[in-house]
């Protein structure tokens, strides 16, 4: 075994010494459900505390739960947690979040996988729409209050989703009294940022809150020595319409304008290039911009006999345009490099509607409950590409003054496609507890899919439609007021749009995932620790063979284990800490197989904030990979990375932080790709300082 998994096991085991019951006296799991209704509904935002963890989530579970009670690995990312990272972006978050790898690229392009997979969406309040990396679509944080992760399929309220799970972004609504935040921050590589936020309400009696937003930030890599620029406008008014109702209606707006830059190629000999190494392998021109639109209606009521109903909505579009350059080879012994064409014009419409209710109730002396549900989903994709696999050579040292041209204007698109999935379904779950220290869940879903694939090169029209039910079904045993053993069965289906080389839709991808583990929280829940087993196996996952033409894989098999523990480990001291390991197989083969592990086999975070007096705030982390391998044979080495945090209270409003980024200046590639591209360093020592009033 490495050092890795000894030292991330040793560590987590002193977090969950210090922090066992025997410690943590007389505490006391409290039911959360009555038959007058889930008191979970009640739950503050996650801004009302400066806690890392929450009561609950709804994220694979519909209806908010304790951590606990959901058979599967969930984790929440708070709103304070979010601050003391001083993240702005999605992808950022993942960095330090157990179980979740980032892979970087420009802020906003970069992806985040968990087991083996891309998120290939988030949801924002239970409600998706898509999210890839190259489109630029992470979302920046700043209309967040919290973020809720689960790891796993769940396709029983989310059938178009990733086998590695669902991110649930949670909207900040408006405030019952008036607050306000004004941030400014300065950082290197001329990073800032700067920052509005309100709350309040809106009339006299306080039934109508709003909530306004506007944030900016942006830098200047040294490698590209261009200006790029991110933003977030944001607006939110809820409004009670009586005691048991509420409407919630919100707007955000997310822009972003980077300069691409792919990473480095190989070298003559298809090694690494060594580090540090700030060069730029393409044109100065190379440009990126994306702009989104979201709309948000929710109503939710309140029932006398404690059951409770929502209706949501989400409309969504997003647009997203590139003109580049990349490296198509690796820098060969005369010192030249292949340079490919890129371009593309891409525009993203998404309408979700969700109807939901649910209601406790008691059987055999205890509270069980139920939710039924219907759902909506239409997501259409308008993509006009140019991609070549001929390209031309150039002198590395004459990258940077190619002339520029419009590659889309000039070459016409190689692609250019209009497809439409359409998909309506039904679901239901039951949690019964036929004693009081069991949960027995049970669900199914009924799923009708419409997909259209408009060729507009050819107009050549492809149509598919499909239909399934998959069910789901889970237990938790509460062995004592501090820990649960649970177990789970999850499936997902599919059907896909990708049309191969012979004009057919690819067969739908089909995927189950089986986990158990065992769950813990004391404290009353101020510390959460969870260690869980998992397996997914996954069939039909598309691929890309040599001729450029959509191809189904065989069925691939991930399999590993995860520990996590997050919380508050005394009073002054707050803790992120986890360790996962991966193991990844292909079990039976296909005409194209190629098995892409996007996860290092083992992977260690750890985070610790300490408030040292009422001004004084530190904090610590430490972030390990085992070495990255790749296909191309280039393999990265293991690395760990220090990340600090202080920060300084001079009065009840103002606030001074300052965090450090790989505080040693480690030198390490934290992505490995192919002989041109996606061979990205690991970001240098970097400090950022963030100045903070609250009014």
């Known amino acids: 075994m490495s050092k890795y998994p000894k030292f991330a096991f040793s560590t987590l085991f002193s977090c969950l010494l210090f922090s066992s019951p025997s410690w943590a006296e007389n505490q006391v799991r409290l039911s959360t459900l009555t038959v007058e209704g889930n008191q979970l509904y009640q739950e503050e935002a996650s801004e009302e505390s400066d806690s890392y963890t929450v009561d609950g989530a709804t994220v694979g579970s519909k209806t908010p739960a304790t951590l606990r009670d959901i058979p599967q690995s969930i984790s929440v990312v708070t709103d304070q947690s979010i601050e003391d990272q001083n993240a702005d972006t999605l992808e950022e978050i993942a960095i330090n979040t157990p179980g979740l790898r980032m892979l970087p690229n420009e802020r906003g392009r970069s992806s985040v996988i968990a087991r083996g997979y891309k998120y290939s969406e988030y949801n924002v309040d239970g409600l998706p729409a898509q999210m890839e990396s190259r489109l630029g679509t992470m979302p920046n944080l700043a209309a967040f209050d919290r973020i809720e992760i689960m790891r796993g399929p769940s396709g029983l309220f989310d059938a178009s989703g990733e086998m590695g799970g669902i991110i649930n972004l949670v909207r900040k609504r408006g405030t019952d009294e008036f607050q306000g935040t004004a941030e400014a921050s300065l950082g290197s590589n001329e990073e800032y940022g700067a920052g509005l936020d309100i709350g309040s309400p809106l009339n006299e009696d306080g039934s109508i809150r709003g909530r306004l937003v506007i944030n900016g930030f942006g830098e200047t890599p040294e490698e590209t020595d261009k200006a790029e620029h991110h933003e977030t406008v944001y607006a939110a008014v809820d409004i009670d319409l009586n005691d048991d109702t509420t409407l919630g209606l919100g707007y955000l707006h997310q822009a972003r304008d980077v300069t691409p830059n792919n990473g480095l190629p190989l070298d003559a000999d298809g090694h690494l290039l060594s580090l540090p190494n700030h060069d730029y392998y393409a044109p100065s ?23 409770y109903g929502k209706v949501g909505m989400r409309y969504r579009e997003n647009a997203s345009d590139w003109n580049y350059m990349y490296a198509g080879s690796a820098i060969s012994s005369s010192d030249t490099i292949t340079m490919l064409p890129y371009a593309g014009d891409v525009e993203q419409k ?33 993509r006009k590409e140019y991609k070549s696999r001929a390209g031309t050579s150039y002198s590395v040292a004459d990258l940077s003054s190619i002339a520029y041209y419009d590659i889309l204007a000039t070459n016409g698109a190689s692609g250019y496609s209009n497809v439409e999935r359409e998909e309506t379904g039904l679901y239901g779950k039951l949690t019964l507890r036929p004693i009081s220290a069991l949960a027995v869940i049970l669900g199914a879903r009924a799923s009708q899919w419409d997909m259209t694939n408009t060729n507009k090169l050819t107009d050549s029209v492809t149509t598919r439609s499909d239909n399934k039910a998959i069910w789901y079904g889970g237990v938790v045993y509460d062995l004592d007021d501090a820990h649960s053993l649970y177990a789970s069965a999850s499936e997902l289906y599919v059907p896909q749009e990708y049309v191969d080389g012979n004009g057919d839709v690819l067969d739908p991808r089909e995927g189950k995932q089986i986990e158990a583990g065992i769950k813990a929280s004391y404290l009353n829940d101020a510390l959460q620790a969870r260690f869980s087993l998992y397996q997914i196996d996954d069939k039909n996952a598309w691929g890309v063979n040599a001729s450029r033409e959509f191809i189904a894989t065989g069925k691939r098999r991930m399999q590993g284990a995860e520990v996590e523990v997050i919380g508050q480990v005394t009073p002054e001291f707050k803790i992120i800490a986890g360790y996962s390991y991966i193991d990844t197989d292909i079990i039976e083969e296909s005409s194209y197989d190629v098995l892409i592990s996007y996860m290092p086999e083992h992977m260690f ?4 904030n300490y408030q040292v007096n009422d001004k004084l705030n530190l904090g610590l982390g430490l972030n390990t990979l085992s070495k990255i391998e790749n296909d191309s044979g280039a393999d990265a080495s293991a690395y760990e990375v220090v990340n600090a945090m202080a920060s300084y209270q001079f009065t009840p409003q103002l606030n001074a932080q300052i965090n450090i980024d790989n505080l040693f200046n480690e030198r390490y590639y934290a992505r490995v790709g192919d002989a041109g591209q996606f061979n990205i360093p690991g970001a240098e020592r970097s400090v950022k300082a963030t100045l903070r009033y609250q009014f």
């Open 605 to 608: 975070n750890l985070w610790g």
């Open 350 to 382: 998404a309408l979700v509607a969700d109807a939901s209710y649910s209601q406790p109730f008691k059987w055999l002396g205890n509270i069980s409950e139920f939710v039924v549900g219907a759902d909506y989903k239409n997501f259409e994709d308008d």
């Open 285 to 307: 021109w190379n440009s990126f911009s994306m702009e989104s639109d979201d709309f948000f209606a929710d109503l939710t009521h309140y029932f006398d006999n404690g059951g």
